[in-house]
């Protein structure tokens, strides 16, 4: 058995490794053998590259370890039932180290009813990580209307657009060839033309 203990965090500005002493830590309370992913990759994805590592990896009777339920998800409910399902077919145990009722296993009939309770949880926790996330979204969008800030959006790059203008005037390339000279898509060449 090894101990799969899973970091996150959304952004590089945040420390991913914070919790992961911890962890290391706790784990051994379950086996010396532990394996660990640390990521900067948002909880609102699905598919993110170390918790795929990390099923990839994992073998039946694992224990995935987290620190919390939203440092595993803040996904929406349809995709969390994804990911627990993808947890569930590797045959792992998820351990939540802030959700001491996932830190034993209870065999008979005490066992099947605490699973009961920690999927519950779990799922719960889960969808409250996801509301948290919305809303802390919303706050930021109204935050930033209520400001009077208005994003400018991508500035245009008026050498590359000068550089197209250029080539277009010569009528020795296509636009194909110019999208690739200059180094961007057709679809700008054509724009940058037709709004010349």
Known sequence: ??????????????DATRALADLMT??????????EYVEHFS???????????LLN????????????????????QDDFAILKQRIKDKGLRLVVADLPTTHTINDG????ILNVVNNML?????????LDNDKRRERIKQGLANSG???SGKKANTVKHKRILE??????MTKEEIAKAVGVGVATVYRVIRES
């Open 57 to 76: 990896d994992a073998e039946e009777g694992d224990i995935l370890l987290v620190e919390s339920v939203d440092r595993l998800s803040r996904l929406s």
């Open 149 to 151: 800030y208005k994003p």
């Open 109 to 112: 009939m005490t066992g099947e």
């Open 1 to 14: 058995m090894t101990v799969r203990i899973y970091v996150r965090a959304s952004t590089k500005d945040q």
């Open 167 to 172: 080539l277009d005037s010569q009528k020795t």
């Open 122 to 130: 779990i799922d719960l926790l889960a969808t409250m990580a996801k």
């Open 26 to 35: 706790f784990s051994t309370g379950y086996d010396d053998n532990h394996v």
């Open 43 to 53: 909880g609102t994805k699905l598919d993110r590259p170390a918790l795929t590592l």
